[in-house]
T-cell receptor
Framework: DVKVTQSSRYLVKRTGEKVFLECVQD?????MFWYRQDPGLGLRLIYF???????EKGDIPEGYSVSREKKERFSLILESASTNQTSMYLC????????????FGPGTRLLVL | AQKVTQAQTEISVVEKEDVTLDCVYE???????LFWYKQPPSGELVFLIR??????QNEISGRYSWNFQKSTSSFNFTITASQVVDSAVYFC??????????????FGKGTKLSVKP
């Protein structure tokens, strides 16, 4: 069964803190994605990775970085959290090649105070 | 440029009513894929269906059905005899070659469906 997990469902951080959001998939998928979801704006792609140690910027990468040291794990890093990064963060994974279905994790609701 | 429009922001129906969620897309590619996802209040996006641009056959899965019409660039989703458990935000998404081999998705802004008992 398809499984994408995220390290936290809810997270509260303070402005300026370094924040790590972890995502793990057990489907041996090559591609992994990070999105943020905001009311009225829908889902927007932050970063994606198509292989270990590879990363590509999405539509809104500013203020974020990512790390993919192992195939199953994709981390989103907020180097210095700001209040405008309060959002719902969703991780997804898919097989390589062509246009494969993305499977999503449960999401992390991040509040930056 | 690719674009997905879900013009209905919110829909409210009474249980057992049929409801159709609209999705209109824009792409210059001849090969593309369309998706529907469901996001219940818990937050997780649940995959419902994927269709490619060469398959215009309508699809039915239980109470769910999808109508794909290339002539109008639409991929509408109908729930028959709606139930309270259908209450969720529904997203339509598009993936084409401009998304690269990774198949990046372009999402519509979603339609919030409320089914009242």
């Amino acid at each position: 069964d398809v499984k994408v997990t995220q390290s936290s469902r809810y997270l509260v951080k303070r402005t300026g803190e370094k924040v790590f959001l972890e995502c793990v998939q057990d489907m041996d998928h090559e591609n992994m994605f990070w999105y943020r979801q905001d009311p009225g704006l829908g889902l927007r792609l932050i970063y994606f990775s198509y292989d270990v140690k590879m990363k590509e910027k999405g539509d809104i990468p500013e203020g974020y970085s990512v790390s993919r040291e192992k195939k199953e794990r994709f981390s989103l890093i907020l180097e210095s959290a700001s209040t405008n990064q309060t959002s719902m963060y969703l991780c997804a994974s898919s097989l390589e090649g062509g246009i494969e279905t993305q499977y999503f994790g449960p999401g992390t609701r991040l509040l930056v105070l | 440029a690719q674009k997905v429009t879900q013009a209905q922001t919110e829909i409210s129906v009474v249980e057992k009513e049929d409801v159709t969620l609209d999705c209109v897309y824009e792409t210059r590619d001849t090969t593309y894929y369309l998706f529907w996802y469901k996001q219940p209040p818990s937050g997780e996006l649940v995959f419902l269906i994927r269709r490619n641009s060469f398959d215009e056959q309508n699809e039915i899965s239980g109470r769910y059905s999808w109508n794909f019409q290339k002539s109008t660039s639409s991929f509408n989703f109908t729930i028959t005899a709606s139930q309270v458990v259908d209450s969720a935000v529904y997203f339509c998404a598009l993936s084409d070659s401009t998304g690269g081999s990774q198949g990046n998705l372009i999402f519509g802004k979603g339609t919030k469906l409320s089914v009242k008992p």
